[in-house]
């Protein structure tokens, strides 16, 4: 057994090493920083909690924790609940009556935005929402500056992210559904129930798991959201659409002020284990 073990080490030490070197020091030396007042250059100054201190009385840093709140609605609950209604649509319909490849061409197609680069699916919303000449504004004939107007902005960042993040479960539901006994199925429509009963009383319990992984890792997703922020907004108009993870990165680089950020990205880092753990306990309890 001990020499199994030691086998299991050897094959196991590489991955160790680079989540060390990758993830365990620098968040370290991240916690570190937050105890300090530095500018990146120079002796970081220990100042104790002040930062931490600041950052509970910062009305930006509490302002983007509920536009993150936002964001987790638009990343996860919306695209969970309507992934799951295509997903059976998909496999139990489009794909009994119109043949596979026909959904699995649709499956592709909502998976699509998930492969392009973020920052490409960023410029190009950026053009079609732009006030002069963008595209939704021409179709509807509207007047709107969709990513300028405080009233408007946050709305439609969480629009283009329901698209940028309902391809993922729909790909990881219809995997789920694959495993689904169809005798439960043929058994429900011999007591003649209808689709939506069979959805919600058979698809939904079964795919419980996929479920879970899929709102884990979309809150997670949408609490250090940053790619599309930076390209369509950069937390504008104002503070209309800051987040954690940018509120970070202006203090980190525009504002020179390393210790702040570090208190930001280590409250963010804390809050995602937190949300983590407690995903994790609800499904063990419902298993």
Not at 106 to 125: C, D, I, N, T
Not at 197 to 226: D, G, M, N, Y
Request: net charge positive; proline share 5%.
């Amino acid at each position: 057994m001990r020499v199994r073990t030691r086998g299991y080490w050897l094959y196991l030490a590489p991955s160790l090493l680079l989540f060390l070197g990758v993830i365990v020091v620098p968040f370290l030396m991240n916690v570190g920083a937050s105890f300090t007042r530095w500018s990146g250059v120079g002796t970081p100054r220990w100042i104790g909690f002040d930062n931490y201190t600041r950052l509970l009385q910062d009305e930006r840093f509490w302002q983007s924790f509920q536009h993150n709140v936002a964001l987790i609605v638009a990343m996860a609950i919306v695209p969970t609940a309507i992934g799951l209604v295509l997903a059976a649509a998909l496999f139990d319909y489009i794909g009994k009556r119109f043949g596979a490849r026909t959904a699995s061409a649709l499956r592709a197609m909502y998976y699509l935005p998930q492969v392009l680069p973020v920052a490409v699916a960023g410029v190009v919303w950026g053009w079609m929402l732009h006030p002069s000449y963008g595209a939704v504004n021409q179709i509807f004939g509207l007047e709107l500056d969709w990513l300028g107007d405080p009233d408007l902005a946050l709305a439609t960042v969480m629009a283009v992210m329901v698209w940028f993040q309902l391809g993922y479960p729909v790909v990881i539901f219809m995997a789920g559904l694959q495993r689904v006994d169809p005798a439960y199925y043929e058994a429900a429509e011999i007591d003649g129930a209808s689709w939506w009963r069979k959805f919600w009383h058979i698809t939904i319990p079964q795919i419980r798991p996929e479920i879970f992984v899929v709102l884990l890792t979309c809150t997670i997703a949408a609490l250090k959201v940053f790619g599309p922020i930076f390209v369509l907004t950069r937390g504008g108009p104002g503070n209309a659409t800051m987040v954690p993870s940018y509120f970070s990165y202006l203090n980190f680089f525009q504002k020179s002020n390393v210790g702040y950020g570090s208190a930001i990205a280590t409250v963010l880092a804390l809050i995602i284990i937190v949300v983590t753990f407690l995903f994790l306990r609800v499904q063990e309890r419902e298993q």
